[in-house]
C-alpha cells in the first residue's frame, strides 16, 4: 500500500497568522484573551487554545474587557464598534484575502451598486463580508439561486475565499445576463485555488481519497465534494479515530489531504494509524511526513508557485512547510508601481533563498537575486556565443544607457547606432538587441553594443539584397541624399544613385523639384556594377511617358503653344509639355537672318510653333515660328494679283539665270548655316562634372546629346 500525501495539506497561511497572534498573545499574560468565535473551524485546535487561556466568544454583553481577537474569517465592522466601546482591546487576525474581501463589498456599496456575494449564507467569513457592504448584499450559494435574480444597476460581485472555482464561474455567468452592469472580482483565496487542484490532480492517481478537517469547514468540504465529482471513493474524516480498517482493504494507491485548519499533528496521526493498518514495521511517520516537504538551504535557487500578492509582500508556495515571503523591494530592480506589474498569481517563478526562516518561521525570498544568478549564466553563454540578448533601456547616464537585460548593463552612446546618436533620450523604455562584448562578473561589469547587432543585420540585409537585384527591377527606396547631379535612394541597406537626367521625363534644374530626403519611392535599376557596389537607378521610367502617342496628339502643321526652356548657339528648345520638348532651329526663328538665338526669345517667354516633324522613336520634334509668322503674316497681306505682259514672251536665259543665281544663295546660306551649328556645338560642349562611378552619367554629357539632336533636326530643316 502506498499512501500520498498532497503538498497543499494542513494550516494555511491565514489560518497559520491567527494562531501565532493568539498564541502570542496568551504568552503575554496582559490580561484576558478572547477571540471572536471559534478562531478557526477546528475543534481540536479551539481546544487547545482554551487550554492556554484563549477562550472564544459569541458576543461581548458581560464579559470583562480584555483583549479581542477577531478569527481569520473576520467580522461585521459593528463588532468592533462593540468591542471598542465596551473597552476591549482589538487584535485584528482577519486573513488578508477575507480583508481584502471586506474592503471590495464597502468600496462597491458606497459606490451605489448591488453587492453580491457568492458562499454559504451561514459562514462567518459570508457575514463579515455582508457587514462590511452594510448588510445591503446578496448572498448566491449556487447557480440555481441566481436564476432567480434580477437588478436594475451595475452589480459588483465576489466571491467567499473558500469558493469552488467553477460554481463562481457560472454564477458570474447568469449575473452577466441578469444585470445591467457587472463588474466581477474572483477574490478566491490562492492557497484555497492550489489546494483544490492538488486534491482533483492526486484522486486521478489513487483508489480512494482521505479528506482531513472539521465538517463545520468550508474549504475541508469542498475538498471531498470535488473528489467525490471525479467518481473516487472519498471518505471525510476529523480525526484519525474515525478511520476504518476496511476502507483500506485491496486499496494500493491511498490519497491524503487535509483543510485550511487541519493542524499538522492530526494529519501525523491519521497517516499513523493507516500505517499501522498496515503493519510496516520500522517506518517512521514524521519521517514519511517529511518526505512529502523540500529542504531549504540559504542561497539555493528554488522554482515555487505566487500565491499571494500584497502591497508590500508576495507570497510563494515552495513545497516548504510555510509559504515563502517575497518583500516588494526583493522582486526586481526595476521601478515599479506595483508587484502585478513583475508576477501574476499561479505563475511559476525562481527564487533565491536569502533565510530558511524569518522571525515568522516563513523562508526569506528574493526574486531579484534569483534573476541576477540566472542572469549572468544566460549573459556568459550569450558572450560566448556571440548571440544577442534583448533588454530594456532603463536611463540615460554620462556617456550612453543603462540596459535591463537580467541586470543592469551599459550601453556607450557610440554603440548605440550605425551613425552617432545625439538623443539617446528617446531609447529610454525601448527593447533593444544588443550583444555582450565585455564581461567581467567579479568587477560586476557589463558592456553591450547595439551597433554591432545593427551592422550584422545590415551586411545580412545587404548580401541577400546585392543576390536579389536585377536590371529593369522595380523596387521601394527612400531618399536619403540629395545633390547637384541627383538623388541618393537606400533600398534596404544599399544606396543607389537616381541621376538628375533619370528623375524626371521634363527638365529638371535640381532633384528637389521632383523628390525630398526621406520620402518613399519606386525605383528602377538601370545598371548594377556588384564590384564597385554601385548601382544606377531611375525615378522617370517609372512614371508614365509623355512621348507615348505624341504623333497623333501634336500632328504635322498645326499650330501649338509653348515655353522656351533652354537656348543653345543653333536654337532654342520649347516645352510642349512637362517631359515633351521640341528644338526651333536658329533659322525657323524668324524670316530674317539671326545671329543669336536670344536675339529672337528668352527662356521662360510663351511663343507659338508650328510642328514641322514629329520622330516619337528618337524623341524628337521639329518646330519652326517663322512658319507661324509667315501665316499670320499671308492671312494679314495677301499677295497681289500678278498681270500678264502685254507684248513679248518668257526669255528661257533669263528664267534659267534667275533659277541659278537662286540656287547658288541656297546653297552658300547651307554652308554658312553648317559652319554655324558646328561652332556652336564646339563652343556648347562641357566636361563631365563630378564622377559618380561609370554607372553615372554627368549632365554635361546628357546636354550635348541633346545638342547633338539639335543640330540634326536643324541640318534637316536647313536642306
Known amino acids: 500500500m502506498e499512501i500520498k500525501i498532497a503538498q497543499h495539506s494542513g494550516f494555511c497561511y491565514g489560518v497559520k ?59 461585521p465592522p459593528e463588532v468592533y464598534t462593540q468591542a471598542e466601546e465596551r473597552g476591549f482591546t482589538i487584535i485584528d487576525a482577519t486573513c488578508p484575502s477575507v480583508r481584502k474581501c471586506q474592503k471590495i463589498a464597502a468600496d462597491l456599496a458606497q459606490a451605489g451598486k448591488e453587492v453580491v456575494v457568492v458562499g454559504h449564507p451561514d459562514h462567518p467569513e459570508v457575514k463579515g463580508i455582508c457587514g462590511w457592504s452594510g448588510g445591503s448584499a446578496t448572498v448566491v450559494a449556487d447557480p440555481a439561486e441566481g436564476q432567480a435574480l434580477t437588478f436594475s444597476k451595475p452589480v459588483g460581485v465576489l466571491a467567499q475565499t473558500t469558493q469552488e472555482e467553477k460554481n463562481f464561474r457560472e454564477i458570474v455567468r447568469l449575473l452577466q445576463e441578469r444585470a445591467p452592469e457587472l463588474e466581477v472580482f ?16 492526486l484522486a486521478k492517481k489513487v483508489d480512494v481519497m482521505f479528506v482531513i ?41 491511498i490519497g491524503v489531504i487535509a483543510g485550511a485548519s487541519t493542524p499538522d499533528v492530526t494529519i501525523e496521526e491519521v497517516i499513523r494509524i493507516m500505517t499501522e493498518f498496515q503493519r510496516s514495521e520500522g517506518e517512521n511517520i514524521e519521517d514519511m511526513y517529511a518526505s512529502t516537504l523540500r529542504t531549504l538551504e540559504e542561497g539555493d535557487v528554488i522554482s515555487g508557485k505566487v500565491v499571494r500578492i500584497d502591497n508590500d509582500e508576495v507570497l510563494v508556495d515552495i513545497g516548504y512547510k510555510s509559504e515563502g515571503v517575497l518583500p516588494l523591494q526583493e522582486l526586481t530592480d526595476k521601478t515599479i508601481s506595483s508587484p502585478e506589474d513583475v508576477v501574476t498569481v499561479g505563475e511559476e517563478i525562481d527564487v533565491y ?40 533601456v532603463l536611463q540615460v547616464v554620462k556617456g550612453g544607457l543603462i540596459i535591463f537585460v537580467g541586470l543592469r548593463a551599459f550601453l556607450p552612446a557610440s554603440q548605440v547606432g550605425l551613425r552617432y546618436e545625439p538623443n539617446l533620450e528617446k531609447y529610454v523604455g525601448q527593447t533593444l538587441r544588443v550583444r555582450v562584448i565585455e564581461l567581467e562578473r567579479t568587477r560586476n561589469k557589463v558592456i553591450v553594443s547595439q551597433k554591432v547587432v545593427l551592422e550584422e543585420e545590415l551586411a545580412e540585409k545587404r548580401a541577400a539584397l ?17 545633390t547637384d547631379f541627383g538623388a541618393f535612394v537606400d533600398l534596404g541597406g544599399i544606396e543607389g544613385l537616381v541621376h538628375i537626367s533619370e528623375l524626371s521625363w521634363a527638365r529638371v534644374k535640381h532633384p528637389s523639384e521632383v523628390v525630398r530626403e526621406g520620402e518613399d519611392i519606386e525605383v528602377m535599376v538601370l545598371g548594377i556594377d556588384r564590384e564597385r ?18 504623333a497623333k496628339k501634336y500632328p504635322v502643321d498645326s499650330i501649338q503653344r509653348g515655353t522656351v526652356t533652354h537656348i543653345v548657339g543653333f536654337g532654342a528648345f520649347v516645352q510642349l509639355e512637362p517631359g515633351v520638348e ?9 524670316n530674317y537672318r539671326v545671329a543669336e538665338a536670344s536675339d529672337v526669345v528668352e527662356v521662360g517667354q510663351m511663343v507659338n510653333v508650328k510642328i514641322l516633324n514629329v520622330n516619337e522613336e528618337d524623341r524628337r520634334i521639329s518646330l519652326s515660328i517663322r512658319e507661324v509668322d509667315q501665316e499670320i503674316e499671308e492671312n494679314e497681306y495677301p499677295a497681289p494679283a500678278v498681270e500678264e505682259e502685254p507684248t513679248g514672251g518668257i526669255v528661257i536665259g ?31 560642349e562641357v566636361e563631365p562634372g563630378e564622377e559618380i562611378g561609370e554607372v553615372v552619367e554627368s549632365e554635361g554629357n546628357k546636354g550635348e546629346d541633346e545638342e547633338a539632336q539639335g543640330v540634326e533636326d536643324g541640318e534637316d530643316d536647313g536642306e
Open 17 to 75: 497568522r491567527a494562531l501565532e497572534m493568539a498564541e502570542k498573545a496568551a504568552k503575554n499574560g496582559k490580561g484576558p484573551v478572547y477571540t471572536w468565535g471559534p478562531l478557526v473551524h477546528n475543534p481540536r485546535v479551539v481546544a487547545d487554545l482554551e487550554g492556554k487561556g484563549v477562550i472564544s466568544l459569541q458576543e461581548l454583553a458581560g464579559v470583562p474587557p480584555g483583549r479581542l481577537i477577531i478569527r481569520a474569517h473576520g467580522a
Open 186 to 201: 474572483p477574490t478566491i483565496c490562492a492557497a484555497t485555488r492550489l489546494r483544490q487542484e492538488d486534491a482533483l490532480e
Open 213 to 253: 478537517g472539521a465538517r463545520s469547514s468550508a474549504n475541508t468540504k469542498e475538498l471531498a465534494k470535488l473528489c467525490r465529482r471525479l467518481g473516487v471513493q472519498t471518505y471525510h474524516i476529523e480525526s484519525a479515530a474515525e478511520l476504518c480498517r476496511e476502507w483500506l482493504q485491496n486499496k494500493d494507491r
Open 353 to 392: 533563498v536569502m533565510k530558511v526562516e524569518n522571525s515568522e518561521g516563513n523562508p526569506l525570498l528574493s526574486k531579484k537575486r534569483a534573476d541576477y544568478e540566472g542572469a549572468w549564466v544566460d549573459l556568459q553563454k550569450a558572450y560566448e556565443s556571440k548571440e544577442p540578448v534583448e533588454g530594456e
Open 466 to 482: 546585392w543576390e536579389d537585384l536585377t536590371e529593369n527591377q522595380v523596387r521601394q527606396g527612400t531618399v536619403t541624399k540629395l
Open 533 to 550: 557596389e554601385r548601382i544606377s537607378l531611375g525615378l522617370k521610367q517609372v512614371l508614365p511617358d509623355p512621348w507615348e502617342g505624341v
Open 582 to 590: 521640341g528644338l526651333v532651329h536658329i533659322s525657323q526663328l524668324a
Open 654 to 684: 533669263e528664267v534659267l539665270g534667275e533659277l541659278l543665281e537662286e540656287k547658288q544663295a541656297e546653297e552658300a546660306e547651307k554652308a554658312e548655316e553648317a559652319e554655324e551649328v558646328e561652332a556652336a556645338k564646339e563652343s556648347e
